[in-house]
Each structure stands twice: as structure tokens, then as C-alpha cells.
């Protein structure tokens, strides 16, 4: 009752991805064997629980920090050596094995290959030349462990016609490496001490080198996708706001969120003026709540000064709330290098209002604009205000609010068609599906909210134990969400309905009319459930029979 099955399909129907190929297969529904799904577990297991909010800020650490900043200040133009002492070389390694983390949501790991890289993975001017784009250098860094979106990533940028450059911290093996030069990424050895202890906060000590070869650097996470080359923006900001030293992202997204057009052209032809294609920067003082690092973008010119602030954020996540050193540093490093650097005495720039001055007022900071350089939230949830602003976004990053395991990030990445899959995941000819289409009443599709959510959660579970029944794979379906703004569930502090100062009845965010799968689904349970179920339940993201897997 509610559902109607409408689609039973083999491997290979629908359409193709816009240019994102190939899908991995995990193992094909087998017999069932008896075996059904139970009710209780199957809704519990759609359920999505909240985010937790971040801790409070610190004192003695950031005491330690205004200390390295003023030493900074004697830096410039002289050369910067890492934080460690160390000059950018090879690190010694115990029995040819490295150990890394990267933090956030990749966790602890042994490289499995453990090769120091060295020798053609050496960085120099040549690599640096090569996998330029432009005046612009296009970077990430990865491990073992969080290859596959750093591969991910690199094909994104290929398919929009750019080369990018890879941080790793040993070899990757062959394949993977030759999988690399293919999406048109260059490797380089980033085997800096910091690093090989943990990835994603010693990564800053990494990005020097880049930014000193001249050449404008953007540094991303690989769990962003990127949908468009957003050189041109750069230009058109750099001529908008000829002042501004870096660039990077924000997390906030009230919603009494505004926006204004971009008044330089950024895309077109000589003399275009076109309005609503591309929006202004935020204004940086009014982000100050998050500022996201995961996307930075540092202009060449003011090289001297951002090596400065970047040891400064190295410096920052040495050390815990009390001022201790932490010996793996910090496992999330975006709060200290906000909280420590990029908040401390920030103010806003009395030239442009646009954007802020930060580290002791040496350096003029931008904030991107949150719906085009978005956020899972900000992609999905915000697209109405996209829409009818007329803008495209230019990323989509899997934060780790939505999810920082890499079973969600996939997922996020899977809806939108962003994520490269084996061919194996589309399956053969033998391969059986089932899809449905979700119904409710009349006053359901106007009011929308938490009854409309958990209505269409329960048909979901009947279908999921009707595709097990059947041996079919279970194509997940798109949920309606209504017109109630941000009723179900709430995410984190800075994605609530309300403003910042409180309750805000006129300024709540309206819900897109499709929910985002991540929304109302838990991902990682239906891998559980596919897994404890011995084979007789599978499932694919609700895009999966538009698409077609990429001919080799």
C-alpha cells in the first residue's frame, strides 16, 4: 500500500552520466534462502541522527600561536623552514613501512605498499610547469587509504579540462599511480614529517613549496567534486576585489542568506555584462562562526606573507585545548586554524567590505559564495535559491558534518553522478532491479514535514523487503519533501531553521521538493543490513538507472 512498483530493469538501461563514468560493485543479491527482512530493523536502520557541536575555544594554545605569528613576521623573504626544522626531504622510515593518518574522516592506516616515494615523485620547477594550469597550480594530498577520492577528484578536474597535482605520502602501486597519470595528476612526494603523522592536519606544511614556485595554488579537499573551472571567477574576483590575498569557503548558511551578482563578468564574451551569472564574494566578517578550508585558493603575489600564516596553522594544531602537544596533532584541524588564526583579531577590511583582514590585519581574506562553492547542504537544500538566482555551482563538498566516513561521502557523490564507479557496479545482463514510485495524500504534498518523511520512510522498507523477496537489487527511491522548511531532521548548528540570534519564523529555509538522499537515509546501516543479510538484500543510489557505465 503507498507503493507501486514501476520498474524492473536490466544493466545498462537509461541514460548516460553527464561525464561521469564508470561505478564498485559489492556482491550480487544471491537466493534468499527463507531469509526476510525484519520491519523493525529495516526502519531503524533509515533513520539519521544529528551532528554534534564543536567544543568551546581555547586560551594557552592560543597564546603559543600569537607567538609564532609575531616570529613569522621576520620570515618573510628570507625562506621558510617547515615547522619540524626540517628542509622539504625524504623522511627515514622503519622497515620500508610508513604509518599515516589522515585525519577526519580516513582515520588511522598502514600503507599496504610502503615504498617511500622518492626519485621521479620528487618535486621540482619542471612537475610544478607541467601540471600547471595557467599561473594556477590545482592541488590535494592523499594516502593509500583515501586514494580513490583523490583519483575521484582528479577525474573531475579532467573532465573539465584541468591538470591537477597530488601530494601522496608514499607510493600508491602501480596501478594506482598509472590510473593518476591517466586523470591527468602528477605526483609528487610530500614526505615532510607532519605529514607522514598525520595527513590532513600536516598538510600545511606541504603547500609552501607550491605557492613559491610563483604560481597561484588552490589547494582542495579530494572529497570535493568539481563541476566547473572556477579560474575564471578567480580572475573576475581578483578584478573585482583587486586587494583580496586568499580565498576560501565558508560553512555558514543561515537563512536569512543573501546574495548579490558578481559585477565583473566571469564568463562570456569581450563587453558580456550579463547579471545572475555568478555571485560576489560573501562578506567574510559576517562567516567568521566557520570558515571551511577545505577549499583555499592563495594568489601568488603575496607568497611570502600566506607561507607565514600557513606555518602559523602547522602551528596550531601541534597542541590540544590545554596547550599539550598533541603527538598525532589535530585529528580535525579546520577548528584550531580557525579558531587560533582566521578568528583571532579579525576585522573587517576598511577598504573593502567584502572581505576581512586577518593575521595580525596582514593579509585580506575572502569568503566564496556558499551556493556555488557549496556544501552537501548547501547543494541540495539551498538549489531553489540557486535556481532562482540563475548560478551554477562549481564544487560540491562532502563534509564532514553530513558524514565523515567514506561510505556517505560516496554516497553524496553517487546521487549527483560525480562518483567514478568499476564497471562491476553497473552489473551484467543478468542483472534485476526494482524500483518504485512513492504516493501520499493530498495534504501531505502541501504541508510536507516530519509525517511526510516517516510515511514514505515505511513504504521504503516494504519495498526493500519486496526486492529481497524477489532477489531483485533495490533502486533506493526519491522522497517528496513538502513545502514545511527544515522540518525533519536537524542537522548541525550552523544548517538549523533558524537565524543566528534565534527562532526565525519569516527567514526558514524552504526544502527542495526531491530530498537529498543523505537526508533521510543512513547509508552505512543499509550496508550493514546488506551485509548481514547474507545476500539476499543489495541496493543502488535512486540515479543508478540513468546511467550507463563509460565504454573503455
Not at 585545548?321 to 598533541?326: E, H, I, S
Not at 562532502?398 to 566516513?405: E, M, N, Q
Amino acid at each position: 500500500p503507498g507503493a507501486r512498483v514501476v520498474h524492473e530493469s536490466l544493466a545498462g538501461r537509461g541514460g548516460h552520466r553527464l561525464r561521469h563514468k564508470a561505478h564498485a560493485r559489492p556482491s550480487a543479491a544471491g537466493s534468499i534462502r527463507g531469509r526476510r527482512l525484519d520491519q523493525k530493523a529495516t526502519l531503524a536502520y533509515l533513520t539519521r541522527a544529528g551532528a554534534a557541536p564543536m567544543p568551546g575555544p581555547t586560551t594557552k594554545k592560543a597564546t603559543k600561536l600569537a607567538d609564532v605569528q609575531e616570529k613569522s613576521r621576520h620570515a618573510e623573504g628570507k625562506g621558510l623552514q617547515r615547522p619540524d626544522g626540517a628542509r622539504h626531504r625524504a623522511t627515514p622510515h622503519s622497515g620500508g613501512t610508513q604509518r599515516s593518518r589522515l585525519g577526519g574522516f580516513f582515520g588511522a592506516y598502514s600503507n599496504a605498499v610502503g615504498r617511500p616515494c622518492n626519485g621521479q615523485l620528487n618535486l621540482d620547477k619542471d612537475k610544478l610547469r607541467a601540471a600547471a594550469n595557467g599561473d594556477t597550480i590545482i592541488a590535494t594530498f592523499t594516502n593509500l587509504e583515501a586514494a580513490d577520492f583523490a583519483l575521484n577528484w582528479a577525474r573531475q578536474l579532467q573532465a573539465v579540462g584541468l591538470r591537477s597535482l597530488i601530494g601522496v605520502s608514499a607510493h600508491l602501486g602501480p596501478t594506482l599511480e598509472q590510473q593518476m597519470h591517466s586523470a591527468d595528476a602528477a605526483l609528487f612526494c610530500a614526505s615532510g614529517q607532519l605529514f607522514q603523522i598525520n595527513g590532513q592536519a600536516g598538510r600545511w606544511a606541504e603547500v609552501p613549496p607550491l605557492l613559491r614556485s610563483g604560481h597561484n595554488v588552490l589547494v582542495s579537499d579530494s572529497d570535493i567534486a568539481w563541476l566547473r573551472d572556477p579560474r575564471p571567477y578567480f580572475r573576475a574576483i581578483e578584478q573585482a576585489h583587486p586587494t583580496v590575498d586568499f580565498l576560501l569557503a565558508t560553512d555558514r548558511a543561515f537563512n536569512d542568506y543573501a546574495s548579490a551578482p558578481l559585477e565583473v563578468p566571469s564568463h562570456g564574451v569581450s563587453g558580456d555584462t550579463r547579471r545572475g551569472e555568478d555571485l560576489d564574494l560573501e562578506h567574510a566578517y559576517a562567516s567568521k562562526i566557520s570558515f571551511n578550508i577545505g577549499t583555499l585558493y592563495l594568489r601568488g603575489r603575496s607568497n611570502e606573507t600566506l607561507c607565514a600564516m600557513l606555518e602559523a596553522w602547522v602551528e596550531s594544531v601541534k597542541y590540544d585545548a590545554r596547550g599539550k602537544p598533541l603527538p598525532q596533532l589535530a585529528h580535525w584541524d579546520q577548528e584550531p586554524i580557525n579558531k587560533l588564526v582566521l578568528q583571532q583579531h579579525i576585522s573587517v577590511d576598511r577598504t573593502d567590505h567584502h572581505l576581512a583582514r586577518v593575521f595580525n590585519r596582514r593579509l585580506a581574506m575572502g569568503v566564496l559564495p556558499m551556493l556555488q562553492f557549496t556544501t552537501s547542504f548547501t547543494y541540495f537544500i539551498h538549489a531553489a535559491r540557486r535556481e532562482q538566482l540563475r548560478v551554477q555551482p562549481y564544487s560540491l563538498h562532502a563534509i564532514f558534518s553530513h558524514g565523515k566516513d567514506r561510505a556517505r561521502k560516496q554516497f553524496i557523490f553517487r546521487e549527483e553522478k560525480l562518483w567514478y564507479d568499476d564497471k562491476a557496479y553497473y552489473g551484467d545482463a543478468s542483472s534485476r532491479y526494482l524500483s518504485v514510485e512513492l504516493t501520499w495524500p493530498q495534504r501531505l504534498r502541501e504541508e510536507g514535514g516530519y509525517e511526510l518523511i516517516t510515511l514514505q520512510q515505511r513504504d521504503v522498507q516494504k519495498a526493500m523487503q519486496l526486492a529481497s523477496a524477489l532477489n531483485r537489487t533495490f533502486v533506493l527511491p526519491k522522497l517528496r519533501c513538502g513545502e514545511r522548511p527544515m522540518a525533519y531532521p536537524c542537522y548541525g548548528w550552523y544548517h538549523r531553521a533558524m537565524a543566528y540570534f534565534g527562532f526565525a519564523t519569516g527567514a526558514r529555509v524552504p526544502m527542495p521538493r526531491l530530498c537529498p538522499l543523505y537526508y533521510w537515509v543512513q547509508e552505512s546501516r543499509l550496508l550493514d543490513l546488506q551485509k548481514s543479510s547474507g545476500g539476499s538484500f543489495s541496493f543502488r543510489e535512486s540515479s543508478f538507472l540513468e546511467v550507463t557505465p563509460a565504454r573503455s
